[in-house]
């Protein structure tokens, strides 16, 4: 086990925190155990619409498919408390990154601009609920969650 100074918390939103943000907490979290690092993940929506839900069905299904537990995760909002608790906030889209900025949030990140995808937002699966858009949205954030893990590993973020 790699012993980490100074652990990070980070945290990942989406607009509901149902479908993409809980992905993104799911896999750094397995990814910090693999590494061996003792740094936190959580996931919250800018929108209270689901608070308390468990992530969509789909979501559950393409994180197990790929060992991935995400079933006991509950959807929240972002809340003041957030903006001191985390020291990187991960929006998954451009639209949810500007209301992160528009509540006062500083050390905002966009997934997409990691893993090669030049600035791409995450695509809501919610509105196109097939699997097989759940598995693209999936390897997606895989990508960028693991390349953005690597660049505050390094030290370049
Ligand atoms: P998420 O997807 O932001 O990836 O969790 C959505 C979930 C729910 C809604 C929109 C997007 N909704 O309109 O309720």
Known sequence: MKSQATPKHIL???LG????????EGIARVHF????LAWRADSAGTSGWHEGEPPCENSI??????????????????CEADKSAFDY???LDRKNLAELKAQGFSNIHLLGDFGGFGGEDV???????????FEKVYSMIETCVHDFIEKVENGSL
Do not use: M, T, W
Not at 17 to 24: G, H, V
Not at 33 to 36: I, R, T
Not at 61 to 78: L, T
């Open 89 to 91: 906030i991960v929006a």
């Open 61 to 78: 299904k393409v994180a197990k498919a790929h060992g991935v537990p995400i079933a006991h995760q509950r959807a929240r909002p972002v």
């Open 123 to 133: 695509p809501d699966p919610y509105y196109f609920p097939d699997f097989e858009g």
């Open 33 to 36: 155990e693999k590494k061996g």
């Open 17 to 24: 925190n149902i479908c993409r943000s809980p992905l993104a």
């Open 12 to 14: 990942f939103v989406c």
